[in-house]
């Protein structure tokens, strides 16, 4: 009996299709494994109807002999930022609890039409704002992970795209849909010893995605491996006129792309990733990085991109002011939450609304946006933050003349308790300080495991490629993933 | 640049999010901090750059003018708290 916990998307893919077992015993399996594992909290909605149903049809087809998906018979888990028709979609927050989209997002329609299937909608951090999870109105997501001390603390998944990172690291699915704003692909990919990527802005669709940050937002799969990633982008990636952002681009064949020989390929290592007080961990980590690709002959060169200081505080700028403009939607008066306070108006029903339905962390940064973008403010932050951001894409096209890829940590640490650093928004948000550069400039970037901490929890590797090179960026995932030996998994304690 | 009790009040106002006094308060230090740390932003040379605009470079398409969606009340009107027949009901406007 084949333990189907075990499998990846490819594993999955090709044993459906080579007859080996049948889509419905995948889709049973797992959906037992997400019902047994509730003390994680990854899920918000479990739709292990809907995970049989794609499983029969893809079983049917192949009895039919039709072609099959590239994702045929894969079980998913999807993060709950995606509009999925007649299953409630919430971005984690009260305003929308109960809302029950009556249209499919793009990336979701494109996997189904893949021949995934959808496990439950994905825990997340509230509206995708946050780094460990914890702003969900339906509660924090707890980590498989736990430290080799012995104790049990738990330990955040990372953010915001937490339940999916959690979902897959504690095998309840073989993958999942993943947004990225500022490092919320691969921040939770490196807390939880997975893979991420974060492709090129334009490569996923944005339509049907509950949007935080439309300049910044993009999706992406999360996956135990990069050969996963591969086939799960393809699957997710393409043109849609819906999103007038959308590249209309043919999309790659990364999965029969991908080649760990790195010969004539420069890495560029970045002086200013290399933090005054870096953790040792971290450190280590990266040298291991480096070494692994000069073994898959790569050269290795040292690069500036000096704006890099800059990254973070540019980013908390631009992307509150496009929450709070984004965000203005929520009025109760077209879907989701009304708070109508007795004998109130129009305004008083918005104000009511909005301060029942959002989280502290969603206020605060709505106000925050608001006023970066108020008469007499705007040119001294918001425009002021886009020239900035200007400099740090430009910092990117410079190193680009002499390295071809750029190789950094994900995070600067490995993850952190639940409840260390909620007291102090500031802290919380230094924990992207590597991700948020390469998500300003647009970049495709990819975290995959590059070894454990002293207290045995996974770091994270990260790879930032040129506009459009996903593919270079999953062939040094690849390199790296084959000579790492990461096979550790957090025991089941759930 | 900082803000001060009344200054949080407004943003509140602008944002339309009812907040309470001991919110207010709160507030006031939280967004500080913020706004302090990212006024570091203001030590960049910023002569002669363009705010960006659109981080990977792409036209802005034009479409046929043709109708492409329409005739969806029911789903459009699906998720409405409050829906008063075919419209969106909303608290009395005028008096």
């Not at chain 1, 049917?60 to 993060?79: H, N, T």
């Amino acid at each position: 009996m084949t333990d189907f916990s075990k499998l990846g998307v490819a594993a999955i893919r090709d044993g459906v299709a080579n007859g080996e077992f049948k889509a419905v015993e995948v889709a049973e399996a797992l959906n037992t494994r997400v019902a047994n594992a509730k003390a994680l909290n990854a899920f918000i909605v479990e739709t292990p109807e809907k995970a049989l149903e794609a499983a029969a049809a893809v079983d049917a087809d192949r009895a039919a002999g039709k072609p099959l998906g590239k994702m045929a018979g894969v079980p998913i888990g999807m993060k709950d930022l995606f509009c999925t028709e007649g299953v409630q979609t919430t971005a984690a927050s009260h305003i929308l609890e109960g809302f029950v989209p009556t249209y499919e997002s793009t990336v979701s329609a494109n996997l189904w039409k893949a021949g995934a299937g959808m496990l439950g909608k994905l825990n997340l951090d509230q509206f995708a704002m946050g780094s460990s999870n914890e702003t969900s109105y339906f509660g924090n997501v707890i980590s498989p992970w736990r430290r080799n001390d012995g104790g049990n603390a738990a330990l955040a998944p990372g953010g915001s795209s937490g339940g999916s990172s959690t979902a897959i690291a504690a095998r309840l699915c073989p993958a999942a849909t993943g947004t990225d704003t500022g490092g919320s692909i691969r921040q939770p990919a490196a807390f939880t010893g997975i893979s991420g990527i974060k492709p090129t802005y334009g490569r996923c669709s944005r339509w049907g995605i509950v949007a935080f940050a439309s300049s910044l937002d993009q999706a992406g799969p999360m996956a135990r491996d990069v050969r996963d990633c591969a086939i799960m982008l393809e699957a997710m990636a393409g043109f849609d006129p819906k999103d007038s952002t959308s590249l209309d681009l043919p999309v790659p064949a990364w999965e029969a792309g991908l080649n760990s020989d790195l010969k004539g390929k420069r890495i560029g290592i970045p002086r200013e990733y290399r933090l005054d007080g870096i953790d040792d961990d971290i450190a280590a980590m990266w040298d291991n990085g480096i070494a692994w690709l000069k073994d898959a002959g790569a050269e290795v060169v040292d690069v500036s991109l000096p704006h890099t200081k800059y990254a973070l505080p540019a980013y908390y700028i631009i992307a509150p002011a496009e929450a709070s403009s984004n965000l203005a939607r929520y009025d109760g008066v077209r879907f989701g939450l009304r708070d109508l306070p007795e004998g109130s108006g129009l305004q008083d029903m918005y104000a009511a609304t909005r301060a029942a339905g959002f989280g502290e962390e969603v206020r605060r940064r709505i106000m925050i946006g608001t006023y970066v973008l108020s008469a007499g403010f705007y040119d001294a932050y918001y425009t002021q933050a886009q020239k900035v951001r200007a400099l740090i894409a430009r910092d990117f096209e410079q190193a680009w003349a002499s390295c071809d890829l750029i190789l950094a940590p994900t995070a600067p640490s490995a993850a952190f308790g639940l409840g260390e650093k909620t007291s102090d928004p500031l802290s919380m948000y230094l924990n992207d300080v590597f991700a948020v550069p390469a998500s300003l400039a647009g970049l495709p970037a990819m975290s995959v495991p590059g070894g454990l901490s002293k207290d045995g929890l996974p770091l994270g590797l990260q790879i930032i490629g040129k506009a459009l090179d996903e593919q270079a960026v999953l062939n040094a995932g690849l390199a790296i993933e084959e000579r790492s030996g990461f096979t550790a998994e957090a025991g089941e304690w759930w | 640049m900082s803000v001060d009790k009344d200054t949080v009040n407004k943003i509140a106002r602008l944002s339309r999010i009812a907040i309470s006094d001991a919110e207010a308060d709160k507030m006031v230090g939280e967004l500080n901090g913020i706004l302090a740390w990212v006024e570091q932003l203001g030590e960049v040379d910023v002569t002669g750059v363009e705010p960006m605009t659109a981080v990977i470079a792409n036209k802005l398409r034009l479409r046929d003018d043709v109708v492409t969606d329409g005739d969806v009340r029911e789903k459009v009107l699906a998720n409405a708290p409050a829906r008063e027949g075919s419209f969106f009901g909303v608290p009395k406007v005028i008096e």
